[in-house]
T-cell receptor
Framework: DQQVKQNSPSLSVQEGRISILNCDYT??????FLWYKKYPAEGPTFLIS?????DKNEDGRFTVFLNKSAKHLSLHIVPSQPGDSAVYFC??????????FGKGTRLSVIA | DAGVIQSPRHEVTEMGQEVTLRCKPI?????LFWYRQTMMRGLELLIY????????DSGMPEDRFSAKMPNASFSTLKIQPSEPRDSAVYFC??????????????FGAGTRLSVL
């Protein structure tokens, strides 16, 4: 039973446009959420995070939004660049527990 | 710091052989994690250690899998005997802690295992 779900396996976006990656979770106890980015033949790298006490966190072109009532978070990339093409993983945790990862969404930014 | 270092990067072996994957975590990190990535199941947590002690191995698929952390700078994941369905990419990660912002895990580049 998946506690963190990324329902879109892939997404294609035109360069310069906004990319929106979505993530849903089932465990209402999760209190911290992270996004990781993974290039081929490399390990995932941390991108951005958000605590459950916030509803938005921004870092340059990347913004994460959290909707606790809907148990939903999203990652917005504006503007999208070809170098953003990668697999994006959503992760969450509560208390002193390890991260729970979604299965990932492959983003392709087309020039 | 050089980051999390895994070896080998690629491993090709025959069914029934023993496979040992190695990991050196980031110095000062108290937690070490082993993951397996497959298309079907995504990133699965196999086992994690705190200060060299295994905390949760409920993700280890079978008794054929074992993991050790003899000291703070080294861990191994062993599969004996290996089977074709073990073919996957295995990642090691480390973190300072598992609370709030300290629960950011840093991953190695992974070991791609192919069991023929």
């Amino acid at each position: 039973d998946q506690q963190v779900k990324q329902n879109s396996p892939s997404l294609s976006v035109q360069e310069g446009r906004i990319s929106i990656l979505n993530c849903d979770y089932t465990n209402s106890m999760f209190d911290y959420f992270l996004w990781y980015k993974k290039y081929p033949a490399e390990g995932p790298t941390f991108l951005i995070s958000i605590s459950s006490i916030k509803d938005k966190n921004e870092d340059g072109r990347f913004t994460v939004f959290l909707n606790k009532s809907a148990k939903h978070l999203s990652l917005h990339i504006v503007p999208s660049q070809p170098g953003d093409s990668a697999v994006y993983f959503c992760a969450a945790f509560t208390g002193n527990t390890p991260l729970v990862f979604g299965k990932g969404t492959r983003l392709s930014v087309i020039a | 710091d050089a980051g999390v270092i895994q070896s080998p990067r690629h491993e090709v072996t025959e069914m029934g052989q023993e496979v040992t994957l190695r990991c050196k975590p980031i110095s000062g990190h108290d937690y070490l994690f082993w993951y397996r990535q497959t298309m079907m199941r995504g990133l699965e947590l196999l086992i994690y250690f705190n200060n060299n002690v295994p905390i949760d191995d409920s993700g280890m698929p079978e008794d054929r899998f074992s993991a050790k952390m003899p000291n703070a700078s080294f861990s191994t994941l062993k599969i004996q005997p290996s089977e074709p369905r073990d073919s996957a990419v295995y990642f090691c990660a480390s973190s300072l802690a598992v609370v709030l912002a300290k629960n950011i895990q840093y991953f190695g580049a992974g070991t791609r295992l192919s069991v023929l």
